[in-house]
């Protein structure tokens, strides 16, 4: 078997894998929200479940940012390695509240607004909004733009914003890992805000 076969049988699996995955999610909901277990309504259920996740298939593909050739489904993911980064953030989410805590109630308010840009090569594009979300959500920093696997976040202070990118925090590296991107060499540039 030759890479390019090896290549379509994991895609085709990993289809299969999500259409049935959302089948079941959307026969899980409709039990719930229906409330009736007749066989009558029950055979209805799983139909315009079926129905649904074939009609949303192509909506859940996403082309790669890389290689327009290169398609990633929107739930292939390791879900348990997603609810362990969601449980890191979550910390990270409470220790950045506490240093802005602090940062504002100082009389001398050291607030030093600086956006700091760096680039993250990821192919996948949930790869990409994970982190910027995660950015985003991490109070004090709030990213502004994503051109070309160039972030620019908007930091609260420059020792926010270092802690965030590549090299100074491990953020980025982590999202990298939880879809399965390589490590790579990151830049890091920093330009003070007025």
Known sequence: MNKKEDKETKTNGSELKQFVFLTIVLYGFWLIL????????????????????????????MNSVSDQKETFLAYDFPYFKFLVYCIWLFGEIIKSNIYVVKLV?????????????????????????????????????????????????????????????????????????????????????TEEGK
């Open 34 to 61: 229906s409330g009736v277990f007749d066989i009558k309504f029950l055979i209805i259920g799983l139909v315009s479940s079926i129905i649904i996740a074939w009609l949303t298939r192509s909506l859940l593909r």
């Open 105 to 189: 109630l100082n009389p001398k308010m050291p607030i030093e607004p600086t956006v700091i840009s760096f680039k993250r090569q990821m192919s996948n594009p949930a790869a990409h909004a994970t982190l910027a979300n995660s950015i985003t959500l991490t109070p004090g920093t709030v990213t502004i733009d994503i051109v070309d696997d160039v972030y620019y976040v908007h930091a609260i202070t420059n020792e926010i914003g270092l802690d965030l990118v590549p090299h100074g925090g491990d953020m980025a590296n982590r999202v990298a890992k939880l879809f399965g991107e390589q490590d790579i060499d990151n830049t890091r540039e």
